[in-house]
């Protein structure tokens, strides 16, 4: 805005931000501009697209401040979500915090698999290791009819899960604390997923992106990222309905040993899986005896 006057001879001149060039601002501070769009939309409390219909609207200071500090925190290494406070998975929104994985894009692959075993309207499934509970209540999104038990060592992920199954009306989940199926002692499912800690001790990418700022215990699991699945599916024969199955999300140069380890635990018709990247990256395995 610009105004014009000529009181006492004088011409002045006010100047006001605008969405438009706050947006410009914000995104040349940052290294990837749809991170400037994403945080100035979350600030005003609207999608995306309100920055680019309404680009000449002005933009109060306190707008201006608040996301110059969010723009100042992501430059420190805060993730993107833990600055919003969401994140989206499987086209729904997810709470997250500090306590919990960020859900990745890759892990929606359990979902489809999941989807792809047509197991009858009133399956019994278990999400071990829930975390955000991302995987176990978007199955239960899906599919109204099944229930859904989740489970986390974390009572702090915990509490997250709890605000997503709030947040998404869910009463078709159950949510459990405790050491991988030792809570679920004497019950049995039809199928079992898990997206377990998988990143060996040391490896360099724990020091990449998002990951500094995730639970460390969300992430890494001793004997090279192995020590957890291992023990999953050492356990889960005894927790699985025949037929049973049960979907695994792995690491990159994992896949091998884990289709080995559960076709000695009776598993059959183990199948290996790619991310959208073409990464090894779950194993889906069924057991019939
Ligand atoms: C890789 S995160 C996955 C979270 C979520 N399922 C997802 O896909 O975004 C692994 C989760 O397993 C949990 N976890 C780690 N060790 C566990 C254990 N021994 N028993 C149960 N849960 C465990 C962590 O707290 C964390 O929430």
């Given at each position: 805005m610009l105004l014009r006057g000529m009181g006492h001879n004088r011409t002045f001149c006010l100047t006001t931000t605008t969405l438009k060039t706050l947006l410009t601002t914000a995104k040349s501070r940052l290294n990837d501009p749809l991170e400037a769009e994403v945080l100035l939309a979350h600030v005003l409390?609207?999608?995306?697209?309100?920055?680019?219909?309404?680009?000449?609207?002005?933009?109060?200071?306190?707008?201006?401040?608040?996301?110059?500090?969010?723009?100042?925190?992501?430059?420190?290494?805060?993730?993107?979500?833990?600055?919003?406070?969401?994140?989206?998975?499987?086209?729904?929104?997810?709470k997250v915090s500090p306590d919990v994985l960020i859900p990745r894009p890759e892990t929606e692959g359990v979902i489809d698999q999941a989807n792809a075993l047509d197991l009858s309207d009133h399956a019994?499934?278990?999400?071990?290791?829930?975390?955000?509970?991302?995987?176990g209540l978007t199955l239960a999104l899906e599919h109204p009819g099944w229930t859904v038990c989740v489970s986390d060592n974390s009572p702090e992920a915990l509490a997250i899960c709890q605000a997503n199954r709030e947040f998404h009306h869910l009463t078709n989940v159950a949510i459990h604390h405790g050491d991988l199926l030792e809570p679920m002692h004497g019950q049995t499912f039809d199928l079992i997923v898990a997206n377990l800690p998988y990143v060996a001790p040391g490896d360099p990418h724990l020091t990449e992106g998002d990951l500094p700022a995730e639970p460390q215990n969300a992430l890494v699991a001793e004997h090279n990222g192995l020590?957890?699945?291992?023990?999953?599916?050492?356990?889960?024969?005894?927790?699985?309905?025949?037929?049973?199955?049960?979907?695994?999300?792995?690491?990159?140069?994992?896949?091998?040993?884990?289709?080995?380890?559960?076709?000695?635990?009776?598993?059959?018709?183990?199948?290996?899986?790619?991310?959208?990247?073409?990464?090894?990256?779950?194993?889906?395995?069924?057991?019939?005896?």
């Open positions: 409390g609207v999608d995306r697209s309100h920055l680019y219909a309404h680009s000449s609207d002005p933009v109060d200071p306190e707008t201006a401040t608040t996301l110059h500090r969010l723009i100042k925190q992501r430059r420190l290494g805060a993730p993107i979500a833990h600055l919003v406070g969401h994140r989206e998975f499987y086209g729904r929104p997810f019994k499934v278990l999400d071990v290791g829930t975390g955000s509970g991302c995987i020590a957890l699945i291992e023990r999953l599916i050492d356990q889960a024969p005894h927790h699985l309905i025949r037929p049973g199955h049960l979907i695994v999300e792995h690491g990159h140069d994992q896949q091998t040993q884990i289709i080995s380890q559960l076709q000695q635990h009776g598993f059959s018709h183990v199948t290996g899986h790619a991310d959208l990247a073409g990464i090894p990256r779950l194993v889906v395995a069924s057991i019939w005896h």
